[in-house]
């Protein structure tokens, strides 16, 4: 279901059938400088006969949003199996290097889009190995279809949200995101058929004093660049997914809340103290492009940065 194809306004009536039943992309997070972590939306047709899935070497996650469908899939020369897909039941399919041929029919008028996540097969092993102290060669997830699990679906559509709002979240925002659902397809989706759980002597007491200070000192002094979690953890020794749990367990907020927090104030003094474009200020605070810094400045301030400086000159001249 994740062929890419736009249909196109042009064409006999029989063309234009055959393209509306393939997916039709219409979000994605390639130009978004995701690591780790990638992310398309796509409509689905309300019918397919037959499509086959490309072969892909990462895991995908596909969450459905919309109305009920009778989905089926099966093997080369298998025997179709088939279930019903409603809101929020997902799909996992591990890399297996091998395709499947699936069809579908939606069973009511609700139209059906899904959110497709493309883990990347280094951060399972990555993660297999650092967060649950297994040899990643002994464990590898199992396909799952027409399930529904509460944290995959919140992380989804958070993910599914932002790419709908349009504003670059970050790297950090990504890795953590990936992070996490890294974390929980190992702990309940293995081969192993039980929960996977952290050995028990990992750290729980937090970040050191002077191990915040050289990560506050790192992001005042990297503010403009587009930071990664990875950079954040490396000023501390631990792993990606260690730092990011330790620093939201010792500070009480998440990196990306963190950085994104000393970006907003670093704009509010910029907008106060020196006579410098918005496009400049945007740049200055790490922020994609003037846009971007408007939409997110206005949601955390509750006005935009024009608006903002206006009212720190009127404040200043009484």
């Known amino acids: 279901m994740a062929k890419e194809l736009a249909v196109s306004k042009e064409g006999s009536s029989s063309s234009l059938k055959e393209k509306s039943a393939i997916p039709r992309l219409y979000l994605s997070s390639l130009e978004a400088g995701w690591e780790g972590l990638k992310a398309k939306a796509f ?15 990462d895991i995908s996650l596909i969450l459905f949003k919309g109305g009920t469908m009778r989905f089926g899939k099966r093997h080369l020369h ?12 997902m799909i996992l ?15 009511s008028s609700t139209p059906t889009q899904t959110l497709h996540l493309h883990l990347s097969k280094e951060l399972i092993t990555r993660t297999a190995e650092d967060v649950t102290g297994y040899d990643s060669s ?6 799952r279809a027409g399930f529904q699990d509460t944290l995959l679906s919140q ?41 996977i759980k952290e050995p028990s002597q990992l750290s729980q007491r937090g970040l ?15 503010i403009c660049q587009d930071l990664s979690l990875e950079d954040l953890a490396l000023q ?68 935009t940065p024009r608006a903002y ?3 720190r000159i009127l404040c200043a001249g009484f």
């Open 78 to 89: 298998g025997s179709w199996k088939e279930l019903y897909l409603r809101e929020r039941d």
């Open 155 to 195: 992380i989804g559509m958070v993910l599914w949200q932002e790419l709908e709002g349009g504003t670059p979240i970050g790297k950090i925002y990504a890795q953590s995101a990936a992070c996490l659902l890294a974390v929980h397809l190992l702990r309940h989706y293995t081969s192993l058929g039980k929960a």
């Open 236 to 303: 501390t020794g631990f792993s990606p997914y260690h730092f990011a749990r330790l620093f939201r367990q010792t500070t009480g907020e998440s990196p990306h809340q963190f950085v994104l927090r000393q970006r907003i104030e670093r704009a509010q003094r910029l907008l106060t103290e020196k006579d410098m474009s918005l496009v400049q200020a945007a740049l200055e605070c790490g922020f994609a492009n003037q846009s971007h810094f408007t939409q997110v400045f206005k949601r955390h301030v509750g006005i």
């Open 309 to 311: 400086r206006q009212d």
């Open 43 to 57: 409509h689905e047709p309300a019918e397919v006969e037959s499509l086959m899935t490309p072969v892909r070497g």
């Open 208 to 222: 050191t004093r002077q191990q915040i200070k050289r990560v506050i000192d790192f992001v005042e002094a990297h």
């Open 138 to 143: 002994r464990i590898c997830l199992v396909e």
């Open 93 to 107: 399919r591990p890399d297996m290097g091998i395709s499947y041929e699936v069809r579908w029919k939606c069973l």
